[in-house]
């Protein structure tokens, strides 16, 4: 059945509309840029939303998301300051701030900043020691994220942060590591248990410095004591002999005091004899010891002398050697 011609041309003009259409009409999804060539060279980069172009003239030659992205750098080897091996693999996070300069800037953006952080990676690894890389992490991902912001300028890509996922070194460091962890630890348990020793002996040594002063205070404030009292009785005796002179003083002045004394010391004279055999072998006796009437009158002779304030005299007054003082004074 021949088909007419007019039909044949309208179902060809319904097909290059529907492709037109198709291809003319772009929407552009949110945190999305899309570049647009006309002819084979750049001509805009459409924005979020229904965006119209010249079929066949204009297409869309590279798609980019603006979102973070996260990307997984793969194990990879480097060697310290000291010549350790080290495996290492990371995360990086980046994000395209320029879609134009991504898509003209480098053939595969997301390819080469993998590239350009395992090499920083690298370089910085071979500036530290193995105990500075385990000690400072966060400064390595620091540099390594500085590093390739500095080198990736040009390629409209941001390197938002770096982390590094696990470190491993070789099995013989991995031993060397747990035998000097061993020993840090043996050392602290040896340096706190001197410590100890030390810090017991010190109170031992101050206990028993106190112990020794508070036992020589307690003995100074006992002896204090004792001299306050021995003197407090030798005051009390020397003023309760001081009033019982006085008494008897104030009572020879009185009438019949005299005679009173008389009879006390021809008493005490008396007795004084009476315990001379009884004290000592050796005996000195007077002259007339078998009388005693005039033993009497010799003592009262003294008493009555040493009341009047002369020296006794005569033939029965006794004699004062002139080793002793004499209670008169010179002549």
Known sequence: MPVDTSTLFTIVFLLIFMIALVKGVKKVPQQQAWIVERLGRFQRKLEPGLNFLIPFIDEVRYKHSLKEQAIDVQQQTAITKDNVTLRIDGVLYVKIIDAVSAAYGVENVHYAVVQLAQTTMRSEIGKMSLDTTFEERETLNANIVTAINEASSNWGIQCMRYEIKDIDPPQTVLKAMELQVAAERQKRAEILESEGRQQSMINIAEGEK?????????????????????????????????????????????????????????????????????????????????????????????????????????????????????????D
């Open 210 to 330: 106190r112990e020794v002063v508070l036992a020589s205070e307690a003995s100074m404030t006992d002896q204090i004591n004792r001299a306050k009292g021995e003197a407090e009785a030798i005051r009390a005796v020397a003023e309760a002999t001081a009033q019982g002179i006085q008494f008897v003083a104030e009572a020879i002045k009185k009438e019949g005091g005299s005679d009173a004394v008389s009879l006390r010391v021809a008493e005490q004279y008396v007795k004084a004899f009476e315990k001379l055999a009884k004290e000592s072998n050796t005996l000195l006796l007077p002259a007339s010891a078998n009388d005693a009437g005039s033993m009497v009158a010799q003592a009262l002779t003294v008493f009555d002398a040493i009341r009047r304030g002369k020296r006794p005299s005569g033939k029965g007054a006794p004699k004062i050697s002139s080793a002793s003082p004499s209670p008169w004074g010179e």
